[in-house]
């Protein structure tokens, strides 16, 4: 029984060490033969990685961002010292609390009153603002597109010239309610004309709120420009804190009120005004307006409200292709894109970064890469390296599987949901003056599979 129990076990321990010994065998091949004996009918597969492939990035004006149905309107003025100054403002319809309303008779005006809720901020709140309320004369429709660089007909007379320091994180106090963070102003103390224009509505004008808008067409509230610092601050009109009150009384009562809402259903968009870039950073400047592409290989820039984006493109896929004897297999390919060491306390990186395919007609499509679920895509703000990746392993395959060389559509980089909200970001470039760890690069990590 011992010789038997000690010959099966000789065997496990050959076979044992047989197994090890090609297993030892096989691990010693050179990483650049890995997979070579697994797909024979492909011939042998190296694999490659670079981070240093050379990127083309530059900054531009874009000429207007769509801002009807926004979450937000926009108000306010900031100036920083690389991207000059921004001014925002909004148009917005006004609509019935009621219909059929009745103002009395003899109606006389008391105040009308503005009253606008606070949804956030971007810049230096400290800075003091000067708001300015006009009548619109232009009718506005819910069903239309509106952008950024459209301004309309407005009235002549100012009705707020409101200065104050916006306090968007500070609960408002009347009377004895304590509200949520909001301004409010009076629109009849410069002129009673406004107030008044509305207590001469009559009967049929306050009959439905189709009636009243074709009366009384809406408001356009914007602001002075800064000569340093300030901020932008969004308002949540649709919410019912938002909203017009007319104090007022007639031959039969005093002390009366009558609300005119603003909600979801109004017309409303926001405008933008960069003063095209008059007073930004020299460096800006040459880049954006005096077209010295090559200067992105330092910086270049993001801006939202219809501000700045970026133009994309990658030679170096090119010259890796014109150097490789195989067909190129991407692994991955990760675009890294880091936030250069400027005021990022103030002017915080946005969440998310966007970025699209050029169609070269003045139109953008969404890349493959997006299609797949899950974060697969990427753009999200990574504060661990103050930076944004994105996987754009389809886009490169594409580019390198095409037979011209020179083909590349180039993507553009924008920041998301520019059309309400007031972030900027200044990048690094490729050759970035500070910290070359911190350069725009791709990983590119490929495999050259030689038939």
Partial sequence: MKNSFFGQNLWVLLLFSGITAFMMLSCSKRPNQIGADIQPNQGLISLQFTDTVDIIAYSMKDDSVRTDHTGSNLFGSMKDPVFGTTTAGFYTQIRLSTSTHDFGTNPQLDSLVLQLVYAGYYGDTTTLQTLRVYELLDSLSIDSAYYSNQFRQIGTTDYANYQFSPKPNTPFVMDEDTLTPLIRLRLSDISPDLGNKLLAATKDDLGSNSAFQDYFYGLYVTADPVSQGGAISYFNLPVNLSRMTIYYRNDAEDSLRYEFYITSTEARYNTYTHLNYADASPELKNQVLNGDTLLGRNQFYLQAMGGLKTKL???????????????????????????ASVD????????????????????????????????????????????????????????????????????????????????????????????????????????????
């Fill in 344 to 451: 990022t306390t103030l002017y915080t990186a946005p969440t998310q970064l966007a970025l699209v395919s050029n169609n070269n007609d003045g139109t953008y499509s969404v890349l493959d890469d997006q299609l797949q679920t899950g974060s697969y895509f990427g753009g999200t703000y990574k504060s661990s390296g103050n930076n944004y990746q994105f996987r754009i392993n389809r886009y490169v395959q594409k580019l390198l599987s095409n037979d011209s060389l020179d083909y590349d559509p180039g993507l553009f980089l924008f920041i998301q949901g520019g059309s309400a909200v007031a972030h900027r970001l200044v990048l690094n470039g490729i050759n970035p003056q500070v910290d070359t760890l911190t350069r725009l690069q791709m990983q590119l990590n490929y495999s050259v599979v030689k038939d």
């Fill in 313 to 339: 493109k990658f030679p170096g896929l090119a010259q890796i292709q014109q150097k490789t004897d195989g067909r190129i297999i991407v692994n991955e390919a990760k675009l890294i894109f880091t936030v």
